[in-house]
């Protein structure tokens, strides 16, 4: 008598996966030898820092101030706060002067998924996202940032290309040229 049919598949399986666990192994060997001599890619960061991309988004907020006057631009029209998906933007208003002010402004990053959509609805461009990496932080309390840190954030780090005035007139259909 021969020996059993299901043996017999068994040992093909048992062949066919020992010749792809030595294929796999010799691809390996071949990537490890390929790349062996390469120099490494790899940035010492506080020594060495990568160049950030202009478009880069992923960094802080900060409350911007009008350079000329010193007064803060954010005017408290709460647009910010509406249009944020993660509802991590809470502002108060104060009105005086005949005009409207933040008379707080929080902004919890732990929830924020750097959308942008607070930077693009602003209409006075108060609140921009900043081209500095974020300072990294040991406590939850220290991701809340109040009106005074960013206000702070404006100093520290460099603002990032969009605001929401350029961002509004990206979306701008073009006007068509009339002819005559």
């Known amino acids: 008598m021969g020996k059993p049919k299901g043996r017999n598949v068994n040992d093909m399986s048992k062949k066919v996966s020992k010749i792809r666990l030595v294929e796999a192994i010799m691809f390996s060997l071949w990537i490890t030898l390929k790349n062996i001599f390469k120099r490494p890619v ?4 506080p020594i060495e820092k990568r160049p950030i991309p202009e478009r880069w988004r992923a960094g802080t907020f900060a409350l911007t101030t009008d350079r000329e006057t010193g007064e803060e631009n954010c005017i408290g029209c ?3 706060e509406r249009i944020c998906p993660s509802d991590i933007i809470i502002v108060e208003l104060e ?8 008379k707080s402004f929080i902004l ?9 959509l607070c930077v693009q609805v602003c209409p006075t461009d108060a609140i921009v996202m900043l081209r500095g990496m974020a300072t990294p932080v040991v406590l939850r309390e220290d991701f809340i940032l109040d009106k005074k840190r960013l206000m702070e954030n404006e100093k520290l780090f460099e603002a990032a290309w969009a605001t929401g005035i350029k961002l509004q007139k990206l979306h701008e259909p073009k006007k068509a040229e009339v002819k005559l």
């Open 42 to 45: 790899t940035v010492q960061y």
């Open 78 to 80: 709460k647009l910010c």
């Open 95 to 102: 009105k005086h002067s005949g005009r409207g002010w933040a």
């Open 108 to 116: 919890d990053l732990q929830a924020c998924i750097q959308c942008e």
